[in-house]
């Protein structure tokens, strides 16, 4: 038996093989001779391979390229270096050879490059960080930058499948797509997805680049290219996109128009719908510059207004305030129609002393307010109106009443009956929404306790109703509704209802008139005492005469002939305000 030297007398084997295995001078490896995968490596095989000698286990020494059988294969390093490398294999043990690797020719280093150099350093600092992919074993080689990118230790070798896991699903597919797209046409490819980090599992958002590397026989060698983490520029443009939207809603639900009007080019950029929906106009119409707007988009009578305020916004904090009168064509409106806008805006500049570069603003169509403005305005004369008449009318039942009456009682009864039949007649004014009174309504209303039946012509009743509708507009509804309750307290005193076999017969119609309708009125009683011409002129005579004529401007004919009293009444009908009418933009 062949004995050891001195120095290594007390050695064990195992501790003398790792020694030279370590220590030798020329690269070995020691791989699996089932696959080839490398078992263990010493530091001169990882200095010329480029890396350590922990992050070659698993991997193949053919992975670049070449074939291990025939004893040549090609390297790619990190730092993306090209070896030719000749495998000299030793006799297989325990399922183990020992592999002595020679480099036969390899490509300048680029890190021996300092153009190089300086690129490497310049992408950290850009915060990129460098990948590159090998098909042979399915690992994924990470710079420190991008290995702190996807949250993995520096040095860290990480399997594609791996990192594949961790890519949101929805993104997967995408990506996946971009990749093979690439691979097919020989091109980079870029594409942003979520990425759980291996470290806290935190998702992040992630871009991605890179491209095919190709073998000497044209095949797919590997894939290299670059990380960035962009979640904070994600988050930042996702916040935005928040933004705009909650201000869309909040102009749509406003129904303001936004827009961009660039000084220097006297151009415009509408950026919703309502802006084309408050000038009536498509978007294949175009937009409307400033000089178009002032020359024959403004009402004229509105142009020195505007401008005026256009000028007072540049010269001061650059807000603008303007409401104006529009002319509008489109597809809803008949014709032209001119509607009433309000614009509000602030104007940017590119300096603080600079020059006014854009206006940026919003618009409304204010058109239905003011006219409800306006409708609430004549509204309010016309309730000054009828309260001064009201007052009067009071003021002169007052009077009336007490110059005819012959005792307290006598007064009390007449004026309360005069003062129910106007708050009647008032009451069925305020029901109504344009402020009318139904002649028949008052007729009803003051003849109903003395009918015996319902008021409709031809049935043989005590009272009898025979015309169209009619509505009684507020300013001649108060003295008519006056005039009837006249005529009823008369006949329920003196005349044809002061008895059971008296009848009162009422007739209406329009006719036309040379401006406007006319209301023919005919008030017949019969079968009452005999009618005799009053003796002294009451309330209810002057009121018949006086303010039937005055405020109605009717003619009024009173026949007191002895089988009852017949009145004729021929009063013109006020032409109503569309304006006061709340309905006439439904």
């Not at 401007?553 to 009063?571: K, P, S």
Request: aromatic content about 6%; hydrophobic content about 45%; glycine content about 10%.
């Amino acid at each position: 038996m062949e004995q050891r030297p001195d120095a290594a007398a007390g050695l064990p084997d195992d501790l003398l093989a790792r020694l030279a295995f370590e220590g030798a001078p020329v690269a070995l490896a020691c791989v699996n001779g089932s696959d080839g995968r490398i078992a263990a490596a010493n530091p001169a095989l990882a200095a010329l391979l480029g890396t350590a000698p922990g992050r070659l286990i698993g991997r193949t020494l053919g992975e670049g390229g070449g074939d291990p059988a025939t004893g040549e294969t090609i390297w790619h390093r990190a730092d993306g270096s090209t070896v030719r490398l000749r495998l000299r294999a030793g006799p297989e043990r325990d399922g183990h050879r020992v592999v002595a690797v020679d480099a036969i020719s390899e490509e300048p280093t680029p890190r021996a490059d300092p153009l190089r150099e300086h690129g490497h350093l310049a992408l950290a600092a850009a915060g990129l960080g460098e990948w590159s992919w090998s098909p042979a074993d399915g690992r994924v080689v990470l710079s420190d930058r991008a290995a702190a990118i996807l949250g993995y230790p520096a040095g860290a070798t990480p399997a594609w499948a791996d990192l594949r896991e961790a890519v949101a699903r929805d993104d997967l597919d995408r990506l996946r797509a971009a990749v093979e797209d690439a691979v097919a046409k020989a091109i980079p490819y870029a594409v942003e997805l979520r990425f759980r980090r291996a470290c806290d599992g935190q998702e992040a958002w992630i871009s991605a680049r890179g491209r095919a590397i190709p073998g000497p026989d044209g095949a797919l060698a590997g894939m290299a290219g670059i990380v960035q983490d962009v979640t904070a520029r994600e988050e930042a443009r996702r916040a935005l996109h928040d933004r705009e939207q909650r201000l869309r809603v909040a102009t749509t639900v406003a129904a303001l128009g936004i827009f961009e009007w660039h000084v220097l080019a006297d151009q415009s950029l509408w950026e919703n719908e309502r802006m084309w929906e408050i000038f009536g106009r498509r978007p294949q119409d175009g937009t409307i510059s400033m000089r178009e707007f002032f020359r024959t988009v403004v009402h004229p009578e509105d142009k020195a207004a505007f401008r005026q305020a256009v000028t007072a916004a540049l010269h001061s904090d650059g807000v603008l305030h303007a409401t104006t009168r529009i002319r509008r064509s489109g597809p809803d409106d008949a014709g032209t129609a001119w509607r009433t806008i309000e614009m509000a805006g602030r104007f940017e500049r590119d300096g603080p002393a600079g020059l006014p570069s854009r206006l940026i603003g919003v618009v409304a169509d204010i058109t239905d307010r003011r006219l409800a403005e306006e409708r609430q305005s004549l509204l309010i004369r016309e309730l000054h109106h009828r309260v001064k008449n009201t007052l009067a009318t009071v003021q002169a039942i007052v009077g009336s009443t007490a110059r005819t009456a012959s005792s307290i009682d006598s007064f009390y009864e007449a004026f309360v009956g005069r003062i129910m039949s106007l708050a009647h007649t008032h009451s069925v004014l305020t029901e109504d929404v344009w402020q009318t009174a139904s002649l028949r309504t008052l007729l009803e209303n003051e003849l109903r306790p003395y009918a015996d039946g319902a008021m409709l012509p031809g049935t043989g009743g005590r009272v009898e109703l025979d015309g169209p509708a009619v509505d009684l507009p507020s300013e001649i509804a108060v003295p008519i509704g006056m005039a009837i309750h006249e005529l009823t307290t008369n006949a329920a005193k003196y005349g044809a209802l002061s008895n059971r076999a008296g009848r009162v017969r009422i007739r209406w119609s329009l006719e036309s008139g040379p401006d406007r309708p006319r209301l023919r009125f005919h008030w017949q009683e019969s079968g009452g005492p005999a009618v005799a011409p009053p003796t002294r002129q009451g309330f209810g005579s002057r009121l018949l005469q006086r303010v039937l004529t005055t405020q109605v401007q009717a003619e009024v004919a009173t026949d007191y002939a002895a089988g009852g009293l017949v009145l004729t009444m021929l009063a013109p009908l006020p032409v109503r305000n569309a304006a006061l009418n709340p309905l006439a933009a439904l």
